[in-house]
């Protein structure tokens, strides 16, 4: 299994651009969870989706971010426009909810630098 | 609601030293608690997991944890630390049949030779 899938490893934009990070989920996984790490806050839950319907938002800080889930293989998290403070890592995270097997599974990671 | 505390953000031990890493949690449901490593630049990876069942649990590169219900606590141990150990270590809880997990903030382990 290639596991969760990110792209791009890692942005570097300028304040102001648009930026948009990819994830592909685990086959088969039909929960999807975006998070944040920086230094200061830790990690934060942005947003999550069961069965590609978006469940909580409440992570998500200001209408600038928006994430979407097409199908059950893709999602992206969108910063428009973009500021300096929203440099961070960002994780996606799969997993097959309802079971108690349901540990998530995260990939590697985005690391974004906004200028 | 759900939380989980893990107190200081960072634990010196000498290599071969007993590593013990402490969380405590809070949940409203009977809960699903889990240790997470991150090594440098990567990903989370699953350390181990208590669902239902044995109380104390074994995962990899020698870990385990104990849950203890009357203390709230599922506290991450190693006998023998390694110099590879050196890494953030989060604890996580998710409540029930709840999908969301919640994490600690993470503490940090340096591995002394």
């Known amino acids: 299994d290639a596991g969760v899938i990110q792209s791009p490893r890692h942005e570097v934009t300028e304040m102001g651009q648009e930026v948009t990070l990819r994830c592909k989920p685990i086959?088969?996984?039909?929960?999807l969870f975006w998070y944040r790490q920086t230094m200061m806050r830790g990690l934060e839950l942005l947003i999550y989706f069961n069965n590609n319907v978006p469940i909580d938002d409440s992570g998500m800080p200001e209408d600038r971010f928006s994430a979407k889930m097409p199908n059950a293989s893709f999602s992206t998290l969108k910063i428009q426009p973009s500021e300096p403070r929203d440099s961070a890592v960002y994780f996606c995270a799969s997993s097959l909810s309802g079971t108690h097997k349901s540990e998530q599974f995260f990939g590697p990671g985005t690391r974004l630098t906004v200028l | 609601a759900q939380s989980v505390t893990q107190l200081g953000s960072h634990v010196s031990v000498s290599e071969g030293a007993l590593v013990l890493l402490r969380c405590n949690y809070s949940s409203s449901v009977p809960p699903y608690l889990f240790w997470y490593v991150q090594y440098p630049n990567q990903g989370l990876q699953l350390l181990l997991k208590y669902t239902t069942g044995a109380t104390l649990v074994k995962g990899i590169n020698g870990f385990e944890a104990e849950f203890k219900k009357s203390e709230t606590s599922f506290h991450l141990t190693k006998p023998s630390a390694h110099m590879s150990d050196a890494a953030e270590y989060f604890c996580?809880?998710?409540?029930?049949?709840?999908?969301?997990?919640?994490f600690g903030k993470g503490i940090t382990l340096s591995v002394r030779p």
């Open positions: 996580a809880v998710r409540g029930g049949a709840n999908s969301k997990l919640t």
């Open positions: 086959s088969g996984h039909n929960s």
